[in-house]
Each structure stands twice: as structure tokens, then as C-alpha cells.
């Protein structure tokens, strides 16, 4: 599993017109899966998640996690992070999970992340996706 995890003060996803998951503060998580990924690693990724310290205290150090601020939590699949560039000039994402089995890991993260969250929104599994969000810090970490 590889996640870019972002810190937000706002972020949506749109799907055509309709907007189908607005967050406020929180993070974004853009979460692709691989062919080895399962169920007990998504735990893992979530608890990983909720504990990371990446907002700001009182004075300024990075040392509150997204459940010390109430923050909210916007997942979006994304398989091209497990785009290979090293041959050719077009990507090739043989190292990602096939579709059934992402979409399956993908909705159970989904699951799972929303007793930990005060708000989880998503993006739809598939679906061509408008991601827009304003990027606090900025601060963006990656997570394999």
C-alpha cells in the first residue's frame, strides 16, 4: 500500500459536477493498493495515520496528530501511485492490485477509518475524480 497523506485546511473531490466528499482541516489520503496488500495492513495504515504528529502546537512545532485537532479525513483511490516510469515512456502499474481486489481494500479503509475520524469522506473508487484542496504548510508525507 502506498498512501500521500496531505495536510488540509480544505479539500473535495468531484465526481462530473457533483461534489462527493468536502472536508475542512484534516488530511487528504491518496491511497493506492498493491498486489500484496490485505486487510491487516489497512489497520495498520489507519492506526499509523491517526497518531502521526503533522499539525502545529501553540508554538508552531509539529506535534499534534489529526485526532488532537478533530480533524477530518478525505480518501481518494489512487492506483497510479504504483506507476512504474524506469522502461518506456508510458507507465506500467503491474505492481498494483487488480481492480476487485483494490475496490475491495478501498471501501474496507473507508470503513475502518470512520470510528477513528471525526469525519471521513471519499472519493469513488474508479471513477475519473476533480481532487482540489489547499495544502497546509505545505505538508505532505508519503507512506509505503
Same mark, same amino acid.
Given at each position: 500500500?502506498? @498512501?500521500?497523506?496531505?495536510? *488540509?485546511?480544505? +479539500?473535495?473531490?468531484?465526481?462530473?459536477?457533483?461534489? @462527493?466528499?468536502? @472536508?475542512?482541516?484534516?488530511? *487528504?489520503?491518496?491511497?493506492? $493498493? /498493491?498486489?500484496?496488500? %490485505? #486487510?491487516?495492513? &489497512?489497520?495498520?495504515?489507519?492506526? !499509523?495515520?491517526?497518531?502521526?504528529?503533522?499539525?502545529?502546537?501553540? =508554538?508552531? !512545532?509539529?506535534?499534534?496528530? =489529526?485526532?488532537?485537532? /478533530?480533524?477530518? =479525513?478525505? =480518501? &481518494?483511490?489512487? $492506483?497510479?501511485?504504483? +506507476?512504474?516510469? #524506469? #522502461?518506456?515512456?508510458?507507465?506500467? $502499474?503491474? %505492481?498494483?492490485?487488480?481492480?476487485?481486489?483494490?475496490?475491495?481494500?478501498?471501501?474496507?479503509?473507508?470503513?475502518?477509518? #470512520?470510528?477513528?475520524?471525526? !469525519? *471521513?469522506?471519499?472519493?469513488?473508487?474508479?471513477?475519473?475524480?476533480? *481532487?482540489?484542496?489547499?495544502?497546509?504548510?505545505?505538508?505532505? &508525507? @508519503?507512506?509505503?
Amino acid at each position: 500500500m502506498k @498512501i500521500v497523506l496531505q495536510r *488540509v485546511s480544505s +479539500a473535495s473531490v468531484r465526481v462530473g459536477e457533483a461534489t @462527493i466528499g468536502e @472536508i475542512r482541516r484534516g488530511y *487528504v489520503a491518496l491511497v493506492g $493498493f /498493491g498486489a500484496g496488500d %490485505d #486487510k491487516a495492513g &489497512v489497520n495498520r495504515a489507519i492506526e !499509523k495515520i491517526k497518531k502521526l504528529r503533522l499539525f502545529p502546537d501553540d =508554538i508552531g !512545532k509539529t506535534n499534534r496528530s =489529526i485526532l488532537d485537532v /478533530g480533524g477530518a =479525513i478525505l =480518501i &481518494v483511490s489512487q $492506483f497510479t501511485l504504483y +506507476a512504474d516510469c #524506469k #522502461k518506456g515512456n508510458r507507465p506500467s $502499474f503491474t %505492481d498494483a492490485a487488480p481492480p476487485d481486489k483494490a475496490v475491495e481494500l478501498y471501501e474496507y479503509f473507508i470503513t475502518a477509518a #470512520k470510528p477513528h475520524f471525526t !469525519k *471521513v469522506a471519499h472519493g469513488s473508487f474508479g471513477a475519473a475524480m476533480h *481532487v482540489e484542496l489547499v495544502n497546509d504548510g505545505p505538508f505532505t &508525507v @508519503i507512506m509505503d
